[in-house]
């Protein structure tokens, strides 16, 4: 409550623009915004104009005079024999800033959505409670600012579980954590390329990097991809001195392709004859359903190759964590990039992180989670396969948390558009994940993190929605 007295000092929330040289002007502005941004609530009782002069040092005329200029804004109003009040109804436009009307992207979170991951409430407690014993136990140290390669805990078992699983050994002192993998490739954009400077990219490819690339000014050049992964040789046509390539070998975005050996050797002898960077997106390897896990391009020991793995598909995306391993040539000047851009990443949820690495959870959550995908991928194809009668060309990929159905070729360019709307689900298309036109068009279907019912639904819509349009179309299915 503000006190009525006029001796006693007050102590409102408010401060004096010392720029505004009129002293009623500059007390009256402050008061403003201090009631329209709602740190006056209305009927609070304002000190008298004695006490408001004395707090600040100013004249009490100039109170007296911004007062005034406050009841005609009809901000204030005074009560007989009583004082000054903050007014009861403020006038709407002031109360509350008007809505923003932004054109703001958010991405789907429906059947069939991608970066979608399993809620297992039993891993988030205990995620949660180690959050909380990291904070409450902090030194001031583990509270200021840290080292810009983020958690050194982190990186210890980052380095660790990728020399058992992906054959990358590595010094925790080249990783890197970052924001996310996009975070990643904009540093490495900054620190290790130009504008205007042309990077190889997989077509169709991961549509999250191309916005990235591009807004760094990056040349883009689509490099098709096929059952081997992207063609070198056609990379080697269409720029030849490109500084840099990125690529997901493991498991193609969206494409679900394994790289060959050929083709990685390819692709390194390239890397390493144009002096360029290879950046390996390896985005999703935790989740192999069949066959023994292929050793990363970044363990084939290639000291062109900046490997890049994330917790958005172990964990979940919205903890914003993912990595960089640097070849040691570059690693300074990609950390100097880290740290003029935002330092690191909260360091209690990466320290959390890597206990759940530590004391297994993390493993056993995987485990758990793959029983879970793999089932969810049946269930989709399944689904997909019945309701469009073989209409849809299915391809069930030995990894990761999505699958592609394809349209077969001769439809009108617009077909997937269409059937995506005649079915009412959200799925990206090939297309939309294309950098030019003319590839084969099909449908890009994230299958973790949903309710099965829910897969089968869309599936079944989805597929019956192809059949119908593919049947009126007079096209062969082939
Ligand atoms: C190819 C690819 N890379 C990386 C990611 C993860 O990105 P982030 O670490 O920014 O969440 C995804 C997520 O869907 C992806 O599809």
């Given at each position: 409550?503000?006190?009525?007295?006029?001796?006693?000092?007050?102590?409102?929330?408010?401060?004096?623009?010392?720029?505004?040289?009129?002293?009623?002007?500059?007390?009256?502005?402050?008061?403003?915004?201090?009631?329209?941004?709602?740190?006056?609530?209305?009927?609070?009782?304002?000190?008298?104009?004695?006490?408001?002069?004395?707090?600040?040092?100013?004249?009490?005329?100039?109170?007296?005079?911004?007062?005034?200029?406050?009841?005609?804004?009809?901000?204030?109003?005074?009560?007989?024999?009583?004082?000054?009040?903050?007014?009861?109804?403020?006038?709407?436009?002031?109360?509350?800033?008007?809505?923003?009307?932004?054109?703001?992207?958010?991405?789907?979170?429906?059947?069939?959505?991608?970066?979608?991951?399993?809620?297992?409430?039993?891993?988030?407690?205990?995620?949660?409670?180690?959050?909380?014993?990291?904070?409450?136990?902090?030194?001031?140290?583990?509270?200021?600012?840290?080292?810009?390669?983020?958690?050194?805990?982190?990186?210890?078992?980052?380095?660790?579980?990728?020399?058992?699983?992906?054959?990358?050994?590595c010094d925790p002192g080249c990783i890197m954590i970052?924001?996310?993998?996009?975070?990643?490739?904009?540093?490495?954009?900054?620190?290790?390329?130009?504008?205007?400077?042309?990077?190889?990219?997989?077509?169709?490819?991961?549509?999250?990097?191309?916005?990235?690339?591009?807004?760094?000014?990056?040349?883009?050049?689509?490099?098709?991809?096929?059952?081997?992964?992207?063609?070198?040789?056609?990379?080697?046509?269409?720029?030849?001195?490109?500084?840099?390539?990125?690529?997901?070998?493991?498991?193609?975005?969206?494409?679900?392709?394994?790289?060959?050996?050929?083709?990685?050797?390819?692709?390194?002898?390239?890397a390493s004859a144009a002096q360029a960077w290879i950046?390996?997106?390896?985005?999703?390897?935790?989740?192999?359903?069949?066959?023994?896990?292929?050793?990363?391009?970044?363990?084939?020991?290639?000291?062109?190759?900046?490997?890049?793995?994330?917790?958005?598909?172990?964990?979940?995306?919205?903890?914003?964590?993912?990595?960089?391993?640097?070849?040691?040539?570059?690693?300074?000047?990609?950390?100097?990039?880290?740290?003029?851009?935002?330092?690191?990443?909260?360091?209690?949820?990466?320290?959390?992180?890597?206990?759940?690495?530590?004391?297994?959870?993390?493993?056993?959550?995987?485990?758990?989670?793959?029983?879970?995908?793999?089932?969810?991928?049946e269930t989709v194809a399944s689904a997909l396969g019945?309701?469009?009668?073989?209409?849809?060309?299915?391809?069930?990929?030995?990894?990761?948390?999505?699958?592609?159905?394809?349209?077969?070729?001769?439809?009108?360019?617009?077909?997937?558009?269409?059937?995506?709307?005649?079915?009412?689900?959200?799925?990206?298309?090939?297309?939309?994940?294309?950098?030019?036109?003319?590839?084969?068009?099909?449908?890009?279907?994230?299958?973790?993190?949903?309710?099965?019912?829910?897969?089968?639904?869309?599936?079944?819509?989805?597929?019956?929605?192809?059949?119908?349009?593919?049947?009126?179309?007079?096209?062969?299915?082939?």
């Open positions: 409550m503000a006190t009525t007295s006029s001796r006693r000092t007050v102590d409102l929330p408010i401060a004096l623009d010392a720029g505004i040289p009129n002293q009623a002007s500059r007390i009256h502005a402050a008061l403003r915004v201090a009631i329209v941004d709602g740190r006056l609530r209305p009927g609070l009782k304002l000190p008298s104009s004695r006490a408001l002069a004395e707090q600040f040092g100013l004249s009490r005329n100039a109170v007296v005079a911004a007062y005034e200029q406050l009841l005609g804004d009809g901000l204030a109003e005074a009560r007989q024999g009583s004082g000054t009040y903050v007014a009861d109804d403020l006038p709407a436009a002031q109360s509350a800033a008007a809505p923003a009307r932004l054109d703001v992207e958010t991405l789907p979170s429906r059947a069939f959505a991608l970066g979608r991951t399993h809620v297992d409430g039993g891993l988030l407690r205990q995620f949660g409670a180690s959050v909380r014993r990291h904070v409450v136990a902090a030194s001031a140290e583990q509270l200021g600012y840290g080292d810009p390669r983020g958690s050194l805990k982190l990186r210890a078992e980052i380095a660790r579980h990728l020399a058992s699983s992906r054959g990358i050994r970052t924001g996310g993998t996009q975070q990643g490739l904009r540093l490495c954009a900054e620190a290790l390329l130009s504008p205007g400077e042309a990077i190889w990219l997989e077509e169709p490819g991961y549509y999250a990097a191309h916005g990235t690339l591009r807004a760094a000014g990056m040349r883009l050049i689509p490099v098709p991809v096929d059952g081997e992964g992207i063609r070198v040789s056609d990379g080697r046509a269409l720029a030849p001195l490109a500084r840099a390539a990125y690529v997901t070998p493991s498991h193609q975005f969206p494409t679900g392709v394994t790289m060959s050996m050929a083709r990685r050797v390819a692709l390194l002898d390239w950046i390996e997106d390896d985005y999703d390897s935790e989740f192999r359903y069949a066959g023994p896990p292929l050793t990363a391009l970044a363990g084939l020991g290639g000291e062109r190759v900046i490997y890049s793995g994330t917790f958005s598909k172990t964990l979940f995306p919205s903890l914003r964590l993912a990595y960089l391993v640097l070849p040691r040539a570059i690693a300074e000047q990609v950390i100097k990039a880290r740290s003029a851009a935002d330092r690191f990443p909260p360091a209690f949820l990466a320290d959390a992180v890597a206990d759940l690495m530590s004391n297994g959870m993390l493993a056993a959550h995987l485990r758990r989670a793959r029983l879970r995908y793999r089932q969810a991928r019945q309701a469009s009668r073989g209409r849809l060309r299915v391809v069930v990929p030995p990894q990761g948390l999505h699958l592609v159905a394809y349209l077969p070729a001769g439809l009108p360019i617009d077909a997937g558009a269409r059937i995506r709307a005649m079915a009412a689900v959200e799925t990206r298309l090939l297309s939309e994940a294309s950098l030019s036109p003319g590839g084969m068009e099909g449908f890009i279907l994230g299958f973790s993190g949903h309710d099965s019912r829910d897969l089968t639904a869309a599936a079944r819509r989805l597929g019956q929605a192809a059949d119908a349009y593919i049947a009126d179309s007079g096209v062969a299915t082939d």
